[in-house]
């Protein structure tokens, strides 16, 4: 596949750049701004060759000395400056320059391929790509992976990788993603098995989509025992599959339903209980939607070894939770009554209504969680980070709390925007009232509810690794 051109290059060069690394700023008296470079020029290559990428970029700069070239956006202009051992002060645009990888399966669970309409540009690009698996997390399948990508990730060490395993039986897993033959580059980079013993020296972080029926049961039992005797396999994080109700021409897949849910909570325990044994570590962790579904109680902390998955919607309720609320702190009244309205999927909101109980006793205060119906992706989407500015005001009536307080992973990284593009200001406007994010944890949520000011809430649990490369600019 050739690579996506991200800005047409027409200065003068030798190199014939298929690709370019704009430029966003330039740092002041850095050898690049004494050599001319200004922000809005390109980064045409370093030590006479193009760079694919910030890695390719960085290890450019690694060997010491480095010859740059740079060209101004109108291509009127080019200069070439070395430095020795010393950043050139260049800040790009993005970190991938050639164009992300895009994905080379069509799996049958996709969420891409559920998607409602109308939504911004970079929510239905199918990105699988490794680079960005080492930079954010993001979880790559390899499939598309060349001989030459799998060498320059070993070359470069480019550790630790998060790899979407969903089956280690071959036969399975080819039936799972249903690759296009046509975008596998390499036929190899299909046989899962094959790849992370190639990978043997980078430490990978694995996941498992399960579907009822499908990959759990015996077939995950088989997955966990191949991929724990493997030294370089760190974790796996079981989740279920996620659904929405726009899947169209797709094949049949359902969620899980509570009974099934608690089968699969047992089976992982008892892997959980034979590892931490043999191991040490319990390395199999689930997605809180598998407890909460199947009514069963949360891990404590300890359970999670460090949430080194929380990403993954692994342990992410008990991270929040923390150690609860401590009631002797609280106020017995509130200086100037206040109804607040806090809005919820309806997956955590019993979870939440529960931990908020203490506050119930608190002369003045009014509150309410509000399980919101998702309308935007249908009513089998529960999860709250998926909730739209649309179905908060299709079921919060204008004017009718002091405070309507949301989660912050409702919102796109580092903004005030939600899904839809709706943003603080248009709710504020539309219903009449305050509106502002809860809190990353359960302390920051009751400060934010007793004192009626919101802090500064970034995104929750952790972040969101297709917003963070979205906010880079890598849609």
């Given amino acids: 596949m050739p690579p996506m051109r991200l800005r047409p290059f027409t200065a003068p060069n030798t190199l014939d750049a298929p690709f370019v690394a704009p ?23 370093i030590n006479g060759a193009w ?22 956006a109108a ?14 002060g260049l800040e790009f645009d993005d970190v991938i320059f050639d164009g992300l990888r895009l994905c080379a399966n069509k799996c049958e669970f996709c969420y891409v391929h559920q998607m409602p309409k109308g939504f911004r540009k970079s929510l239905y690009v199918m990105d699988d790509d490794f680079r960005t698996s080492f930079l954010y997390g993001s979880f790559v399948t390899l499939t598309n992976l060349t001989d030459t990508d799998v060498q320059r990730i ?22 799972m993603l249903k690759s296009w033959r046509l975008k596998v580059r390499d036929p190899r980079a ?3 098995r094959d790849m992370l013993e190639r990978l043997a020296p980078i430490e990978l972080f694995t996941q498992v989509v399960a579907q009822p029926g499908r990959n759990d049961g015996v077939a995950l039992d088989g997955t966990i025992e191949y991929l724990v005797s493997l030294p370089n396999v760190q974790a796996l994080a079981v989740v279920p599959v996620g659904l929405t109700e726009h899947r169209r021409n797709l094949p049949e897949v359902r969620g899980y339903a509570p009974d099934e849910a608690a089968e699969v909570v047992l089976r992982v325990t008892r892997w959980q209980e034979r590892l931490l044994r043999t191991r040490g570590s319990r390395m199999v962790f689930l997605a809180d939607e598998f407890y909460l579904v199947a009514g069963r109680a949360l891990p404590a902390a300890a359970a999670y070894e460090g949430f080194t998955m929380l990403e993954n919607g692994v342990g992410m309720v008990r991270d929040f939770l923390g150690s609860g609320i401590d009631e002797t702190a609280l ?14 999927g309806a997956l955590f909101a019993p979870v939440l209504r529960a931990a908020l109980a203490p506050l ?56 005030e925007t939600l899904l839809d593009d709706r943003t603080l200001d248009d709710l504020r406007s539309e219903l009449g009232m305050a509106v502002e994010v809860g809190g990353q944890d359960l302390l920051e949520l ?30």
């Fill in 446 to 475: 009751v400060d934010t509810i007793v004192s009626g000011r919101a802090g500064n809430a970034g995104p929750q649990f952790g972040y969101s690794t297709h917003a963070v490369k979205e906010a880079a600019g890598q849609h």
């Fill in 75 to 88: 291509g009127e202009r080019s200069v070439r400056f070395e430095v020795a051992w010393e950043d050139p």
């Fill in 154 to 175: 070993l070359d470069e060490q480019l550790s630790p990788l998060y790899v979407s395993v969903h089956a280690t039986d071959e036969d399975l897993r080819a039936d």
């Fill in 360 to 415: 119930e006793g608190i002369e003045g205060l009014e509150l309410e969680v509000r399980s919101l119906v998702n309308r935007t992706f249908g009513a089998v989407t529960t999860v709250t980070g998926l909730l739209a500015g649309r179905d908060v005001l299709t079921q919060v009536r204008p004017g009718e709390a002091d405070l309507l307080l949301l989660s912050p992973s409702m919102l796109k990284y580092g903004t």
């Fill in 190 to 192: 299909t046989r899962i």
């Fill in 331 to 344: 106020p017995r009244r509130l200086g100037r009554p206040r109804r607040v309205l806090c809005v919820s």
């Fill in 23 to 45: 430029i966003r700023d330039v740092v002041e008296g850095s050898p690049a701004e004494r050599a001319g470079v200004r922000p809005g020029w390109s980064l045409v290559s």
């Fill in 51 to 72: 760079v694919p990428d910030v890695l390719a970029y960085r290890r450019e700069l690694g060997r010491g000395a480095a010859t740059l070239v740079a060209c101004d």
